[in-house]
């Protein structure tokens, strides 16, 4: 499995997945599952999220970019890592490259969140800001890539990285034992393509949704339509959330989505407060989308519609990170 990005779609095995798990095991966290019976009773469901916003750098992230460059032969290696994000990923990439000794160059739009760059460089990544748009963030990574011989590790079109994501609802289900539905947040789709293939080689009758930003709708639209769209740029408040799908996770979608809901800014703050009061733990915008669908009745019902089997609603719900700017609260 080639931890560099191809031009021919690929799937990640169950068998590299499993691979992916042994060996990022020992570095991160598993993270907790917690429960809430405040948000049971709200939404009529039993929930279960999946904390990745206690892993390791404050994302599931680490997960992917571990299992990718921890993949790299050292040849490969030696010329060190460069890659392009809003901040998780470029956190995730600066600590695992630190972890195996090799410089990362990461390229950042300069409207990404102060927090998360200061992540970056105190895990020691070396950053080239540009412009806040798709086209310049990669534009700019082949730029470094071509001075320097690096490894490109993308956010989300690559193998490794889905396969390293994929352990985290692994590890849900392991935990949970069967759930009629998941949900995680999509934006370049390498959490939301993993996630369902673990999801449904565990469970095959598990219903899979992605959860996106109204206002960054490209995934919905590329579901809707059949094809591939993009998204040059959005401001949405989840700022992690504004990628486009690429042709890899647009495949698998495809085939393993049960569908994608969109969530308005409003309705991303309110999860987002509920969470922090809640389950007291500290989620991002581009994390606490994923509740916001199941507050809405329409939701439960088409959940309860489609499942396949009785009893009460049981759903998982992967709370993607936690690195928010606590000076800059959207419900203060």
Known sequence: MSSTASSQPQKPTWDAIEA???RIAPRIHRTPVLRSGTLDAMCGAELFFKCENLQKTGSFKIRGATNAIFSLSDEEASRG?????????AAAVSCAAAWRGIPAWIVMPKNAPAVKCRAVEAYGGKITFCEPRVSARNEAAARIQAETG???IHPYDDDSIIAGQATAAKELLEETGEL????APVSGGGLLSGSAL???HIQPEIRVYGCEPAKADDAYRSIETGTLQSLESSDTIADGLR???APRTFAILQKQLAGIFL???EEIVYAMALIWERLKVVTEPSSAIALAPVLKPETIQLISRDRSRPGKLKIGIILSGGNVDLRSLPFR
């Open 243 to 245: 990628a486009s799908l």
């Open 150 to 152: 690096a490894a490109m």
């Open 81 to 89: 890592i460069v890659t392009h994000s809003s901040g998780n990923h």
């Open 20 to 22: 992916a798990h042994e």
């Open 180 to 183: 009629h539905a998941l949900l």
């Open 263 to 265: 969530v308005s800014e």
């Open 198 to 200: 673990s999801a449904k």
